[in-house]
Structures are given as C-alpha cells and as structure tokens.
C-alpha cells in the first residue's frame, strides 16, 4: 500500500575520494522539523544560498544565506522581505565566483508570476535590492525554475514544467 511519507528535505556535503562520492558532513541547521534545500554555493565554497520552511520567515518557503567562517557555517540569515513573499521563494543560483556572487536568480510564487513559479533575479551588490523577472519566453503560464547559467558562455539552462516531452523538462536558453 501508498503511505504519504512527511520527509523534509537536508543538504549534505559530499566529497569525491577514491572515485567515489561520500558524504563528509551535513548542513549543521537540518532539522527533522521543516526542509532545508535547494542549495547553491559559490565558486570558493564559502557562502550558501537555500530555500527553506524554517519558523520566523515571510511565506511558505523562503530563500537564506550562511556563510562558512574557519570551516563552520554561521547561522542562516533571511534573505528578508525584498527578495521573499509570502509564497515560496525557492530554487536559488548564484552567478559570479567572488563573495557572494553578482546575482542571485530563483524561483517564486508570490511575484504576480504568470503561472506557478516563474523566475527572477537581483543584483547582490546593489544596496536596492530590485527583483527583476526574467521576460516571456523564459517565463510562461507554467511553473519555471531551476536556472543554471554558466560563467563567460552566451547560454544557461532552466526547468519548467510548460508543455514538452515530460513533467519537468530541462530547456537550454541561448543569449543572442
């Protein structure tokens, strides 16, 4: 029989040793009473971006930041309300490889999106704060999230559940 399982999700920290991937360590701020997931990590390892439905946020999910100081992740710290909802704000990406990266891209629901999630980005270095959407076609009436871009290429990757060959396909963005 189907039983609906409460399983909340964790980040991990692998490692590849001996052409093997393992897992080192977790996220000291899993907790077995709300999901901590979705992580994206700088190039140098040292600042984390995740999505989270931790108490004392502004939606159902909100995006939070760590960073790692002498090899310990300090404790999460709320994105706060420029950049959550009272949605979900999930699936972040950050691009750049100096602290904490040039911009931060994620998914939400609660931007006047055109259909479930849909994607946006900020500046992290401009003080504003401004959320910008990603236009049509990246955006459409599905659920759009998931971007990957790339450093100095003219294209990225993104996931949206528009009509395709599956539930959830991979799309392949080219900048002109």
């Given at each position: 029989?189907?039983r ?8 991990v ?7 093997k ?15 901590v997931?979705?992580p ?11 999505a989270s439905d931790m ?9 939070y ?12 710290v709320?994105?706060g ?17 100096s602290?904490p ?5 994620f998914?939400?629901?609660?931007r006047?999106s ?7 980005y900020?500046?992290l ?16 009436t599905?659920d759009d ?5 790339p450093e ?18 991979i799309?392949?963005l080219t900048f002109?």
């Amino acid at each position: 029989p189907f039983r609906n399982e409460n399983i909340k999700l964790r980040i991990v920290i692998a490692k590849k040793l001996k052409d093997k991937w393992t897992v080192v360590e977790e996220f000291p701020y899993n907790n077995s009473e709300f999901s901590v997931g979705h992580p994206a990590i700088n190039e140098s390892g040292d600042t984390l971006f995740f999505a989270s439905d931790m108490p004392g946020g502004f939606g159902a999910t909100d995006l939070y930041m760590s960073i790692r100081k002498s090899g310990k992740w300090d404790n999460p710290v709320n994105l706060g309300p420029k950049i959550n909802t009272a949605e979900k704000d999930e699936f972040p990406f950050i691009t750049g490889n100096s602290y904490p990266g040039r911009y931060l891209v994620f998914a939400s629901k609660g931007r006047n999106s055109k259909g479930g999630f849909d994607l946006f980005y900020t500046n992290l270095r401009d003080r504003k704060g401004v959320v910008y959407p990603f236009l049509e076609p990246i955006n459409s009436t599905g659920d759009d999230f998931s971007m990957y871009l790339p450093e100095n290429v003219e294209y990225g990757y993104m996931t949206s559940n528009r009509p395709g060959t599956g539930n959830d396909d991979i799309y392949k963005l080219t900048f002109l």
